[in-house]
């Protein structure tokens, strides 16, 4: 709609300029302003021939530009796994074609002498000049015409003389160069051999039959080798998103290009179309483009919510191999504060995060890799010298057991005992943040915690007490399933840890209410979901709504997949697989994480020594029992470094574990449910009988 400008004087009624003469500057003068019908409202476009306020800075501006050299040789390790690559594939070509080598001799030798005949004769057809022509003599002959004949013979031999003179001089300079050559000894007779091989295969190339190569081929499926935009645009189109309907409404703001180990194409995709409506059609993606899921990758790209990243690698992720761990080096020293490698994603790129002010929650379901991706962030930091570990893996089989020499407390098992320590070093946890939150506000009051947290000097300091703590828990279903206190003390723990050094890992099993509560989910920082069955799952470990976003670890198998997984808690979510060390790589890091410690081995001071319930009840009874909310506020009383989170429920619970009986108790009067004194008499004296 175009607007009318009206020119108002004070004093004087408006002036339609459009009413002027064109081209003549309308009636103004000092006092007179332009004001446009308010109805239409004010012009949005900039008018065109505008000054542009855009420096020489912005648009030349870096992000504009397409690098001068390819991603890949950026960094040392895009350099070094390219190069990798690179020797691998050709050392395996190689060796497939030395394998093979026998019977390609038997090959060129074969097809050889036919190729001879061949370029000879296609040799003394050119030098005659036959080609073409003799068709023609032939055809003046047949006609009886020996005028014509005659002509194209004599221009046959003009054209033929100057072929054969070129032929023979070309022969005979070969003949004595390679009499020079032989009498003067220059060619040792390996280069005489590699000169008749290279002659031999020649003449095999020539002799072949054109439908059979001499080399076998290395592959018979077809090798994805390029991205195209071809291919992007019919995909894209293929998946059928919503505003994504022509091929020709995608742009590619950077041309498609090799990024690691595969192809990256950047797409901006039609306007009010957003990234994550496609990276959700991962799978549609894969099928549209004819390769394996794990081999498509499409990412937001970086500049706005409508930009796709699409990598698409040169084989399936399960397929490559890994990339070398970092922390494998002879001098490796890591540190929580600092992000550390632990993984690497798609594009073999080292994954990497920093330990302090975080939480970690891994999902998965069996055999998709827990134990051992927390085991690579575990190893990360096992080589900060400062950390203390304390580790309960409740599956009971010592996934963890190399790690025993670097913990204060370590505890494996799924029995009574193992839970009942599970579920003290959550205590113990528990009670230490509140400690180290008055040690922190002592150095915070002398200027040495200006924030208020844990700093890397402070935590170096000895004697601070603010040292970084890693505990790690194992199959945490196990235990929060049978400890609900353990579940309430992990939550509270994750809330109150993350500036106080305290780091969690969390790895479960089976995401449900009881063995994953809600609120453990939602406190944690980092969570890493690797293989899961579906939907639910996910969503459980990942955080209501991820899988529509398409961050979902249903895309990997099981055990096939192993230590594959989605992680968040980063800038953005990343595809990881946890670092793998071979046995004897893992206890080479142990070991120097054992030296870096000065060889000695964390003593587990402060964990409240084991309790014995059955005398502590027997303590805090009168003469007939006592109920057991009574008996668990008088536990947490008497004993709160042992008993932090004591309730009457819990409390039962454990009783019962032990043989007590809950029944109804007459205490002051009232009838509740407890536990009687002769009951818990009898049981602490069979017990001593039997030791
Ligand atoms: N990053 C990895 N790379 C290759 N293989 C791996 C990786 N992580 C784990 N695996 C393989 O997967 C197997 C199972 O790993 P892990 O024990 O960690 O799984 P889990 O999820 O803890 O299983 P479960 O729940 O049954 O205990 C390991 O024995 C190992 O062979």
Redesign the pocket.
Known sequence: MALTPIVFSDDDEPTNTAATVPGQTPPVDAESYTVYRPDRGAPVDEPEGEAMTVTWKDVTSGNRRVPLVPAWMMSAHGRRETMRALASDVGYYTAFHLLRSPWYGLKVAGYAPRGVWRLARRVLRWASAEEGNWELRQHAASKADAYTWQALNRTRAKESKPRWMLLGAAGTAACVGGTVLELSGAVPPIGWYAAAAGAAVLAAQAGKPADRPITDRVSNTPKFTRLTAEQVRAALVAVKTQGLTDPGQLEFPSPIHRDGPGWLARVNLPLGVEAVKVIEKRAALSSALRLPIDQVWPAPGPEHAGQLDLWVGYQPASKMGKPRWALLADNAVTSVFRPEEFGSDERQRPVTTSGFARSFLIG?Q????????ARSLALAWSLDPTVEFKIAEF?GTG?FLDFEALCSTYVVGVDDEAIRQGGAILAWALAEAERRGKRILAAKQAGLAPEGKVTPELARKPGSGLHPIVIVIDEAHELFAADKDAADAAERLIKRARALGIIVVL?T?IPDKTSLPPNITRCVTNRWC?SVQGQVENDMILGTGAYKRGITGTVYKP?DD??WGVMTGGPSPVSV????PTPQQAAAIIARAIALRGGRRPVGDDLPPARDLLADLLAVSVDNGQHWSVAAGALAERWPEAYPVMTADALSEMARALGVPSQGVKVAGKVLKGYRRDELSKILAQRQQSE
């Open positions: 998965g069996p055999g998709s890799g827990k134990s051992y991706a599956k996934d790895a099993q690797l055990v192993a230590g697989l946890s670092q793998y």
